[in-house]
């Protein structure tokens, strides 16, 4: 009875991690992107402990691999598609493609088929054991979440339009599955040498998130990227 409870504590977070997304799913479509931006947050926490503990407790199995690529789809591909989708509605519309009202704010939705994607690639893809190819989805999810709060939110700004908004659907789509080397942020030891550009990286957060605080971690994906570019030329 023991072992069976604890085989399936890693699977239980991956549910709490599905039960995040979907209420944060709901809470965007609703507009409320504070609080959808908050249970992506959760689902996050969620899905860095169930692969920590299912690691620390060797209870690693098939199936909590597949419920988690499940759940990553939902809080971190549906979730912001909804976002996207939602400021679809509010956004302006430049005369020139007010005849797509009705059918753009459905490119949101893009995001969720290439969160799809990219999941499924990482499950497959042998070269991401230690690092990730493309962006991964948890890093978009808070890229989204964080431009649509606080008190000076980008995507929410009047100067911000449905133009704007379709072209950033598309590129971010794009990062997830780009064959682009990202580093991870996992750590084998506590060296400088092993970590170094793990520790640059968490050195210019700092700053970052007391400089733009909610939409800090917008930044801090930004900072991801271009360190991870810049950690590609070099190596």
């Given amino acids: 009875m023991a072992n069976a409870m604890i085989r399936n504590i890693p699977n239980t977070l991956t ?34 402990f169930d692969g920590m503990v ?17 759940a990553d789809d939902i809080t971190f591909g549906l979730a912001p598609a909804a976002i ?13 493609i007010q005849s797509l009202r009705p059918v753009l704010p459905y490119t949101a939705f893009l995001v969720a088929v290439f969160s799809g994607l990219r999941l499924a690639k990482f499950n497959i893809d042998t070269r991401q054991t230690s690092s990730f190819i493309g962006m991964p989805t948890p890093a978009n999810a ?3 979440g ?3 709060t606080g ?44 970590n170094k550009v793990s520790y640059i990286f968490l050195i210019g957060c700092i700053p970052l998130f007391l400089i733009f ?11 991801y990227v271009i360190l991870s570019l810049l950690f590609r030329k070099k190596s």
């Avoid at 709490?16 to 931006?37: D, E, T």
């Avoid at 605080?213 to 900072?223: D, K, R």
């Fill in 84 to 96: 996207a989708f939602a400021l679809f509605q509010e956004v302006h519309y430049p005369d020139f």
């Fill in 54 to 70: 299912a690691r620390l407790l060797h209870v690693s199995s098939p199936i909590g691999k597949e419920l988690d690529s499940l």
């Fill in 142 to 144: 808070l890229f989204w």
């Fill in 213 to 223: 605080q909610w939409s800090g971690f917008a930044a801090v994906i930004i900072w």
């Fill in 151 to 194: 008190e000076h939110a980008f995507l929410t700004s009047p100067h911000f339009n449905a133009v704007y908004l379709f072209v950033l659907v598309v590129v971010m789509s794009l990062l997830l599955v780009a064959e682009l080397p990202m580093f991870s942020l996992k750590f084998k030891d506590l060296s400088w040498q092993h």
């Fill in 146 to 148: 964080s431009l649509v």
């Fill in 15 to 48: 549910c709490c991690n599905l039960f995040s997304g979907c209420i944060a799913s709901c809470m965007a479509f609703q507009g409320n992107y504070v609080w959808a931006f908050v249970f992506i947050i959760i689902g996050a926490a969620f899905d860095f």
